[in-house]
């Protein structure tokens, strides 16, 4: 009995100095990948943008370190209450609806108009509610002035109301690996058909 006592203390012990079992390393966001070594951008680039934006895991990135891989990119913001959800889902059908071999050579990217209440926290919530994969999505957070300047560029026009909800265009854009505009779906509920035809015309040309 005594020698059972001991060997229990013994563990005890171990697992009291130890309490931390290995684990698998975290998959990292698109945002937080290492910077492809490329030249200028092209004049017709939104990697030309020297704003900054702060994403879901607390990273302050410019838009410049999604270079080299197309984009899928959406506005929204995490407390709608109609819109965003069926445009999130409409992206996240795009992605099922691509082959396996697309799919890996593309990431998404959701920006907030919501200044106020998307803070990285709420982004990260959104994330981890909508099960959106780590790997490949990306959700970003800016000033009010950038957020302004990227959703002209997308041709995306929003409006805060009394209630704190915006009244904003539903638009899905493709960016090439440079950064450029290829294709823009508006509206809800669409067939993903058209956009993926174009999100695979964009990883084709990437080398």
């Not at 931390?20 to 070594?37: D, F, G, I, Q, S």
């Not at 956009?195 to 040309?205: D, E």
Request: charged letters at 20%; one cysteine or more.
């Amino acid at each position: 009995m005594k020698t059972l006592c001991a060997l229990l203390l013994g563990a005890a012990s171990l697992l009291a100095a130890d309490p931390v079992l290995p684990t698998v390393a975290e998959e990292k966001p698109p945002c937080c990948r290492p910077a492809l070594a490329l030249g200028q951008p092209t004049d017709k680039s939104l990697y030309l943008l020297d704003s900054k934006w702060t994403s879901d895991v607390g990273r302050t990135i410019p838009l410049s370190v999604f270079r080299g891989r197309p984009q899928v990119v959406a506005m929204f913001f995490s407390h709608c209450e109609y819109a965003c959800p069926i445009l999130v889902n409409d992206m996240k059908k795009l992605q099922a609806a691509l082959p396996p071999e697309v799919a890996a050579k593309v990431d998404f990217l959701l920006v907030s108009f919501d200044t106020a209440r998307d803070t990285p926290a709420a982004l990260a919530q959104y994330r981890a509610k909508e099960h959106l994969a780590v790997k490949n999505w990306t959700l970003l957070r800016g000033g009010a002035d950038d957020v302004r300047e990227l959703a002209a560029l997308l041709g995306i026009n929003y409006a805060a109301d009394a209630r704190g909800q915006f009244a904003h265009s539903n638009v899905i854009t493709v960016l090439n690996a440079e950064g450029e505009i290829v294709f823009q779906q508006p509206g809800l509920n669409t067939n993903p058909s058209a956009l993926a035809a174009a999100v695979t015309k964009a990883t084709a040309a990437v080398k």
